[in-house]
């Protein structure tokens, strides 16, 4: 079989490697590979909105690339559950409708996400064990089991007739995870020695020095840290960290209290943890209603809401909009979990409302309850020592922390690297990697029950209405083009309904409809577009602002 560049089909002796999200960005993971007719993808997952994109609360790749080409995609691999890896599953599946590949915990919680698409009893989903191999097309694919803060999160290892492939997913070296096996360094040094073409790797913390560390230390804290405290006591984290739930647990019965979860997405990691054999030694969780019933000194609270949003349990609470729970003065929170970039602002306005209340706030900034979930430096030094790749591909992380990783990889004494970059497909080979196309890799939004391009029309028009307000004026006309009644206008986010300012822009109106020609009155096009420059010259001259501005023309 002839290669890409001449058929447009991954050719039997190349390898090539594709990622269509998640290069350049840290989130929205979406990788293919290529080999002998035959697409691979690894992990498809979403990222979140932001105040640039009102009414958006999550984005996924684009897989037009895909879509042309489902016939050749034989299966899709998840690394691990987090929503940048698997999160877009229920959303983009009916477009390319192939087999799913998970190990036991992932697929329990793909299987409760896509109950909410109604698309559980459609996903073929196969489960693979921890350590698995398995073989997908022209793909023979082995787990291997790393550390990270979810459970069973995996390494795939691609091999083809062109070569090996370490596709190491998120990751990092925890000597006491908790929850789960440590990683399997000695498997890894074995897939050393057989020789590795490229690893693609994540590059999150490439800037951080030294080690990550260990979520066995984040537990021994957090014990002696709560049974420091008295009056209602909650702890926010991620809801996807299995480890950090059983240790706000352990904390809690250490300390006299009773656990109680408060949000929808901690139940369902508990009962995901549960049924596939985690978090079996500990009691049943209260519920926040059950909680809300017996003094707050014999409760701690384990809440959503550590990045601030705003319909979070933790949210609810600080704007006292909770059916259940309430916290004030005396009470204490504590944020076991980081800031992720671009949710300042939202956690710093949850902070100052707890504080408003008299809350006692304490981050990882004022004690040691928060370990990341990624590998900082000496852990990618041993990740490369033990796999000796020939070609280094950092991944999963912004520009600065990929050009970090690449530098730490030549020092590394890697020959070859290239940083990934969304729709830039790349050949893997012994002499070095190769760019040979360049694919579109957009995003799609989740607008309501709609996914729909980035650049669709309607974010455009809501960017421009919430930043500059909005005006929707009404002329009614006779047939001869003479106004019939007084114009009508309504404006958003500008001006109060009533008053001067508004009359004016209603003079404005009518009188732009009396001075125009016979022949113009009788096009509606024409008085539209006569009112709406008007009008908005007007606005302008009140407020500063350019808002968008609509005319309905009605004959009578």
């Known amino acids: 079989m002839a290669g890409y560049e001449a058929a447009g089909v991954p050719g039997a002796e190349e390898l090539l490697f594709l990622p269509l999200g998640g290069s350049g960005e840290i989130g929205m993971n979406l990788n293919l590979y290529g080999h002998d007719g035959k697409w691979l993808m690894i992990d498809c997952g979403i990222t979140f909105g932001d105040d640039t994109t009102p009414g958006i609360d999550v984005m996924t790749p684009d897989p037009a690339f895909v879509e042309e080409r489902t016939d050749e995609l034989a299966g899709l691999v998840l690394t691990h559950a987090h929503e940048d890896h698997l999160g877009a599953v229920q959303y983009l599946w009916p477009r390319f409708e192939c087999p799913v590949y998970a190990t036991p915990f992932t697929a329990a919680l793909l299987r409760r996400k896509l109950v909410e698409t109604d698309l559980h009893n459609r996903v073929p989903i196969h489960e693979i064990p921890l350590s698995g191999t398995f073989d997908v097309g022209p793909f023979q694919l082995e787990l291997v089991t790393l550390t990270h803060s979810i ?36 498997r890894l040094i074995e897939i050393g020695e057989e020789g590795v073409l490229a690893m693609v790797c994540d590059s999150t ?5 030294g080690r990550s560390g260990s979520e066995g230390e984040v537990r021994e804290n957090m014990i002696e840290l709560v049974k420091s405290l008295s009056g209602g006591v909650a702890i926010a984290c991620f809801a996807s960290n299995v480890a950090r739930l059983e240790t706000a647990a352990k904390a809690a019965i250490a300390a006299g209290r009773r656990p109680a979860l408060a949000g929808r997405s901690l139940w369902r990691m508990n009962d995901a943890a549960r049924e596939t054999g985690y978090l079996s030694d500990l009691p049943a969780f209260l519920t926040d209603e059950e909680a809300s019933r017996l003094p707050k000194e014999e409760v701690l609270l384990i809440c959503t809401g550590s990045q601030g949003e705003p319909r979070a349990a933790l949210s609810r609470i600080a704007r006292d909009d909770h059916p259940y729970i309430d916290l004030g003065e005396g009470d204490t929170v504590i944020f076991s979990s980081r800031e992720i970039p671009g949710n300042e602002v939202a956690i710093g306005r ?21 370990t990341s979930g990624h590998p900082n430096r000496e852990e990618l030094a041993d990740m490369y020592r033990w796999i000796k790749p020939r070609i280094a591909i950092p991944v999963h992380g912004e520009s600065r922390h ?36 360049e694919v579109y890799a957009g995003r799609l ?5 709609r996914l729909l391009p980035m650049g669709h029309a309607s974010l455009k028009q809501r960017r421009k209405m919430a930043w500059n307000g909005q005006a929707v004026v009404t002329v009614a006309l006779d047939g001869k083009g003479r106004l019939v009644d007084d114009a009508q206008i309504t404006v958003s986010g500008l001006l109060d309904g009533s008053g001067p300012d508004i009359d004016e822009l ?9 001075r125009m020609g016979r022949g113009a009155l009788q096009d509606d096009g024409q008085v539209r577009e006569a009112v709406r420059r008007a009008v908005r010259k007007r606005l302008k001259a009140l407020t500063g602002k350019h808002p968008p501005v609509d005319v309905h023309v009605i004959r009578v």
């Open 205 to 209: 913390n490439a800037l951080a020095p």
């Open 350 to 370: 949850l902070q100052n409302a707890l504080a408003e209340k008299h809350v006692d706030i304490i981050t990882a900034r004022d004690a040691d309850i928060h």
């Open 151 to 186: 459970p069973e999160p995996n390494a795939v290892v691609l091999r083809t007739k062109a070569g090996v492939v370490m596709h190491t997913g998120d990751w990092k070296i925890d000597p006491d995870p908790l929850i789960g096996a440590t990683t399997d360094e000695k």
């Open 506 to 514: 209603l003079d404005t109106a009518e009188e732009t409809v009396e």
């Open 402 to 437: 990929m050009m970090a990783h690449a530098r730490l990889a030549q020092e590394c004494q890697v020959p070859h690297g290239i940083c990934g970059r969304n729709g830039a497909m790349v050949k893997l080979t012994d002499a070095g990697p190769v760019v040979v196309d």
């Open 445 to 449: 939004m989740l607008d309501g029950d």
